[in-house]
């Protein structure tokens, strides 16, 4: 009888926490919709695609996943993931070996920075402003373009 009762307060506990899953998976989206944040859906390929981690042993899932294309985007849903108690976890590049991008742990909204990738070389100081999300090659090519300028880096195939 014990046990019975052990596992239906187990169950029930289960069923809570499922329940307050998606309770703050709909008030993230619904902030982010009427924020106009571009998202990828949960349970959609380009969620999926989004959350793959670099590292296949550390597999988080965030709450939601924002893709912005603008400043203003970032902030709403920075603004969104604070004012409903959510960790906002920016993704760059996504090659942390411990999937900080992703949150490091489950339950983080995910703020994927891709669209953020121009580089800009100021030739007269020789700095840099990369964004967020460019890639390797792209920098490389790019500052190669704007002023035959390398930096050091192995090989990043892909």
Do not use: W
Request: hydrophobic share 40%.
């Amino acid at each position: 009888m014990r046990t019975h009762c052990l596992l239906g307060l187990l169950l029930i506990v289960a069923a809570q926490a499922t329940h307050e899953r998606k309770v703050v998976r709909l008030d993230i989206i619904n902030c982010l919709n009427s924020a106009s944040v571009p998202q990828a859906l949960p349970n959609s390929t380009a969620f999926t695609q989004s959350i793959a981690p670099f590292n296949l042993r550390l597999q988080f899932t965030p709450v939601a996943v924002a893709i912005p294309t603008t400043v203003a985007q970032v902030q709403a849903a920075v603004v969104c993931g604070a004012s409903l108690g959510i960790t906002v976890s920016p993704k760059s590049g996504g090659h942390s070996y411990a999937s900080h991008g992703l949150g490091g742990e489950d339950g983080h909204l995910m703020v994927d920075m891709k669209y953020f990738n121009t580089v800009s070389l100021d030739n007269s100081t020789g700095i840099a402003t990369i964004g967020p999300g460019a890639r390797l090659g792209n920098v490389a090519q790019a500052l190669y373009t704007q002023g035959q300028a390398a930096l050091s880096h192995g090989t990043c195939p892909g």
